[in-house]
């Protein structure tokens, strides 16, 4: 029996980590096989990306993000996935559709370099107020070029929206939940509920 695979993608500091691990521990509690995972992945080339937006830019970082995926998928998520796991992936396409542009790769660039990538069964894009996000890096600290510079920390919500928006209109199936208010626990949830609606019907995306 397989799996599922669902992503969890929204701004640096939205509670993405906090998140999953609440609906992990909840299917945990409830004998439901779940596996969490992370991208970049914590291979030598998923660290290579995420310990490098300092040093990569651009296309190289978008090649990194990239290629780093496929072996993700390869090596880690599609196998979870046939065992029959609900895989969590803190980050996925959606990230790639928001920070590779931000970082001057088009839309379009981008789409081509993930065409072949898994499709979720449920793609979360977590959103939440940018004064919200910035208190909330402030207080956890910063984690990559990309939240250290107050101009993408501005951007990424509104790039986010229209990520969701894109992902939608091209058959991902696209919950988006603004966790401006919401507690974590609230949050996962609502994420949690859509997940066990999945598995009772049997919905699989692809």
């Known amino acids: 029996m397989s799996g599922l695979f669902v992503t969890i993608d929204g701004p640096g ?4 980590s906090t998140v999953l691990e609440h ?10 096989p779940v596996h969490a995972t992370t991208e970049p992945s914590h291979t030598r080339l998923g660290d290579l990306a995420r310990h490098g937006t300092e040093t990569f830019r651009g296309m190289a970082l978008a090649c990194l993000v ?3 995926r496929y072996h993700h998928l390869e090596t880690e998520i ?17 990230s790639s559709l928001v ?5 001057g790769v088009s839309l379009d660039t981008v789409r081509a370099m993930n065409r072949d990538a898994l499709r979720p069964d449920l793609s979360v894009i977590l959103n939440a107020d940018p004064d919200v996000i910035r208190e909330r890096l402030a207080a956890r600290g910063t984690h990559s070029r990309f939240e250290k510079t107050p ?14 928006t894109f992902l ?11 966790c401006t208010s919401r ?5 996962a949830g609502l994420i949690s509920a859509e997940i066990a609606m999945l598995l009772t019907r049997g919905n699989r995306a692809n």
């Open 13 to 16: 500091g939205v509670g993405k």
């Open 23 to 32: 609906v992990r521990q909840g299917f945990v509690r409830d004998g439901i």
């Open 66 to 68: 990239a290629a780093d």
């Open 78 to 94: 599609t196998p979870a996935v046939e065992r029959g796991a609900v895989v969590l992936c803190d980050r996925y396409i959606g």
């Open 99 to 103: 920070l590779q542009r931000l970082d």
């Open 151 to 164: 101009e993408s920390v501005e951007k990424e919500p509104g790039l986010f929206a229209e990520a969701a």
């Open 168 to 178: 939608s209109e091209v058959g991902f199936r696209t919950l988006v939940l603004d």
């Open 183 to 187: 507690s974590p626990e609230q949050i």
